[in-house]
């Protein structure tokens, strides 16, 4: 039983890889991570949605094709 335990545990231990975080950039609209392997951008989008986009290397940004109303940017705050 003991050893089960012990190679489940060692198991769930290798899938959870997390990644540095270099620092962080703060605009009026959202928030960009520099991480490791890439950008991670979190972007409010109303009051109990948000926006996460990961790219990797470099910025490749692309338009968006998504009709969106001119909506405000609800405020929000960053802590640690």
Do not use: Y
Not at 17 to 26: S, T
Not at 28 to 39: A, C, N, T, Y
Not at 56 to 65: I, M, Q, S
Request: a positive charge.
């Amino acid at each position: 039983m003991k050893s089960t335990f012990f190679v489940a545990l060692t198991l769930f231990h290798s899938f959870c890889v997390g990644q540095v975080v270099r620092g962080f950039r703060q605009f009026p609209d959202r928030v960009d991570i520099s991480l490791m392997e890439g950008m991670l951008s979190i972007r409010p989008l109303a009051d109990n949605a948000v926006r996460i986009q990961f790219v990797k290397g470099a910025d490749a940004r692309v338009p968006e094709l998504i009709f969106t109303l001119a909506a405000r940017v609800p405020s929000f705050k960053i802590s640690d």
